[in-house]
Antibody, heavy 119, light 110 residues
Framework: EVQLVESGGVVVQPGGSVRLSCAAS????????MHWVRQAPGKGLEWVSL????????YYADSVKGRFTISRDDSKNSLYLQMSSLRTEDTALYYC????????????WGQGTPVTVSS | QSVLTQPPSASGTPGQRVAISCSGS????????VKWYQQLPGTAPKLLIY???QRPSGVPDRFSGSKSGTSASLAISGLHSEDEADYYC???????????FGGGTKLTVL
């Protein structure tokens, strides 16, 4: 079964840092572009970042550029999101998602991990 | 303010056909294939349409997508109560160098 499981969500103070993880199974992880997408409470979806299948390219939403870093470890079938200089507006449920192929769409999603930024 | 514009709400009765619009620009919908996602209450999003009008395996043919210029549309025919969900359009934006989502449309089945 193709599956993504996120972890690492916490309550953190503004200015703090958090590292999210996403464990993949059921597919050849190293062949696919991966994304992070977030959803603030009661709000819509916001794309956060992507990393290409070979790790050679990364892209970020303007709202997180310079503060968040996406990475992957294909030997561990894992995706990561290092989040720093956190702001209250970063409070959201963070999903990792697998891209079908060449930007066709995110066809597999995890259940999400919550990050709350509050003092 | 989302880069892709969707109506905040839509509604229909069982059996009806409803359409949800998504308006963008030449840097996103105008150049990239549109995707549509369905998010049932309390669950993760699900890919409904990719490549403007392609359905992943398992998605009923009641769901269809279309695109013209910088606008796209998701149509749901033969509405079911279980179609009540939030629907989002998405595309790659070549100016922003990132993906953009619409603000989402809450579909109510009356």
């Amino acid at each position: 079964e193709v599956q993504l499981v996120e972890s690492g969500g916490v309550v953190v103070q503004p200015g703090g840092s958090v590292r999210l993880s996403c464990a993949a199974s059921g597919f050849t992880f190293g062949e696919y572009t991966m994304h992070w997408v977030r959803q603030a409470p009661g709000k819509g979806l916001e794309w956060v970042s992507l990393i290409t299948w070979d790790g050679s390219n990364t892209y970020y939403a303007d709202s997180v550029k310079g503060r968040f870093t996406i990475s992957r470890d294909d030997s561990k079938n894992s995706l990561y999101l290092q989040m720093s200089s956190l702001r209250t507006e970063d409070t959201a449920l963070y999903y990792c998602a697998k891209d079908m192929s060449a930007g066709l769409g995110m066809d597999v999603w995890g259940q999400g991990t919550p990050v709350t930024v509050s003092s | 303010q989302s880069v892709l514009t969707q109506p905040p709400s839509a509604s229909g009765t069982p059996g009806q056909r409803v359409a949800i619009s998504c308006s963008g620009s030449s840097s996103n919908i105008g150049t990239d294939a549109v995707k549509w996602y369905q998010q049932l209450p309390g669950t993760a999003p699900k890919l409904l349409i990719y490549g403007d009008n392609q359905r992943p395996s398992g998605v009923p043919d009641r769901f269809s997508g279309s695109k013209s210029g910088t606008s796209a549309s998701l149509a749901i025919s033969g509405l079911h109560s279980e179609d009540e969900a939030d629907y989002y359009c998405a595309a790659w934006d070549d100016n922003l160098k990132g993906w953009v989502f619409g603000g989402g449309t809450k579909l109510t089945v009356l």
